[in-house]
């Protein structure tokens, strides 16, 4: 892979996430109408920790669903085209434009049919990116959400409000009582992925834990308590000391986005 493809992609997948971050608490599809009209996809990844995460299916759901493209196709097809969902997005997937067509070679002038030709070819593009590359694309924009700590903060926020509805006769297997889910034990490659983006330092107070023989359950904290609405999610958990996580009680929200120098 060369360096300029890397720096492609990073920018493109950090721009996915920049949009994806600012509609999550939106009134219109956000992740709280997301789940809503959609709860059968969300449901077991809302009960138990899943590899294939909450945020995970929010990310599929939004870049297929027409919202972050459709203004760019219809205004500027050639930015889409070139600046998007481009060939080297492709090509890191192992397709190229030709699998979708042949593009246009005039330029898009906006009052010539060259820019319908455009316009054309880039609702290709986007229906061939959706259908083959969305699913391994939000695993890029994943990446980048799941180590913003304000961004988690709010996607759980809004995921609670969801929970807090959910009656325990509905499912009297996960639920504790009404609105509050059942702790679950962590899976290893949970807590490990925790300890790498934590970076084995407590998210309350920064202290390093690397040392720590055995890390117990009670370092693997809820951001948002289960008692509160919070899930199981591995977005949801986060990593503190045992000093932190008992005086943060079950029922408190404090978090902080503590950033940890290199050196």
Not at 24 to 36: H, L
Not at 73 to 83: A, H, V
Not at 233 to 243: G, R
Request: aromatic share 14%; with cysteine.
């Amino acid at each position: 892979m060369s360096k300029q493809l890397f720096v492609t992609l990073t920018d493109v997948a950090v721009a996915d996430a920049a949009i994806i971050s600012s509609n999550v608490d939106m009134d219109f599809m956000g992740i709280y109408d997301s789940i809503i009209e959609s709860f059968e996809e969300y449901k077991d990844a809302i009960f138990k920790s899943k590899k294939d995460s909450l945020l995970h299916r929010y990310i599929r759901a939004s870049l297929v669903n027409g919202l972050l493209y459709d203004a760019v196709i219809e205004n500027c097809p050639d930015e889409y085209i070139l600046n998007e969902h481009n060939e080297t997005l492709f090509q890191l997937f192992g397709y190229s434009f030709s699998d979708v067509g042949e593009l246009p070679t005039n330029y898009p002038d906006y009052a010539t049919r060259y820019f319908y030709e455009w316009e054309q070819f880039a609702s290709e593009v986007n229906s061939f990116y959706c259908e083959k590359i969305n699913d391994k694309w939000a695993d890029h924009v994943f990446y980048v959400l799941f180590t913003n700590k304000d961004f988690l903060y709010r996607f759980n926020t809004e995921v609670a409000m969801i929970i807090q509805k959910i009656k325990k006769e509905e499912y009297p297997d996960n639920m504790k009582k009404d609105g509050v889910i059942k702790r679950i034990k962590f899976p290893k490659w949970l807590k490990d992925a925790v300890k790498m983006r934590d970076r084995n330092r407590c998210q309350l107070c920064g202290k390093d834990l690397s040392g720590t023989f055995n890390l117990s359950t009670e370092n693997f904290d809820h951001m948002i308590p289960l008692e509160d609405g919070g899930t199981n999610d591995p977005c949801n958990i986060q990593l503190t000391c045992e000093s932190c996580n008992k005086s943060k009680g079950a029922r408190s929200t404090d978090y902080k986005n503590i950033m940890i120098p290199f050196w």
